[in-house]
């Protein structure tokens, strides 16, 4: 956790937790069980960790100094479930640069 890439691939994973918590746990129970408390938990989570997954990314960005196009491919992953799996995976292939 002590280098950039590090903080990056944390913050990325609890990120990509937190989004597939919300959407495939605490919004159905909200929608379809009519629980919302899951969703609020998790939204907060949620809320916490995407900031910090894209600070971590602009950090990262900026140290390996990238094109802006792998930069969007990183905002774009944090939006969508699994994307940030899958975005790591696509660094990790790259040597991370």
Same mark, same amino acid.
């Given at each position: /956790?002590?280098? &950039?890439?590090? =903080?990056?691939?944390?913050?990325?994973?609890? %990120?990509?937790? *937190?989004?597939?918590?919300?959407?495939?746990? !605490? /919004? $159905?129970?909200?929608?379809?069980?009519?629980?919302?408390? $899951? &969703?609020?938990? /998790?939204?907060?989570? #949620?809320?916490?960790?995407? $900031?910090?997954?894209?600070?971590?990314?602009? #950090?990262?960005?900026? &140290?390996? =100094?990238?094109?802006? *196009? =792998?930069?969007? /491919?990183?905002?774009? !992953?944090?939006? +969508?479930?699994?994307?940030?799996?899958?975005? %790591?995976?696509? +660094?990790?292939? =790259?040597?991370?640069?």
């Amino acid at each position: /956790m002590g280098t &950039v890439t590090g =903080r990056f691939k944390i913050a990325g994973i609890w %990120e990509g937790i *937190s989004l597939l918590l919300l959407i495939l746990i !605490a /919004m $159905p129970l909200k929608y379809f069980a009519d629980i919302s408390s $899951p &969703v609020t938990i /998790m939204g907060m989570i #949620h809320g916490i960790l995407f $900031p910090l997954y894209f600070i971590t990314l602009v #950090h990262l960005a900026v &140290v390996n =100094r990238w094109k802006a *196009s =792998r930069w969007f /491919m990183g905002v774009v !992953a944090g939006l +969508l479930p699994f994307g940030t799996f899958v975005f %790591e995976s696509y +660094l990790k292939k =790259r040597d991370w640069k």
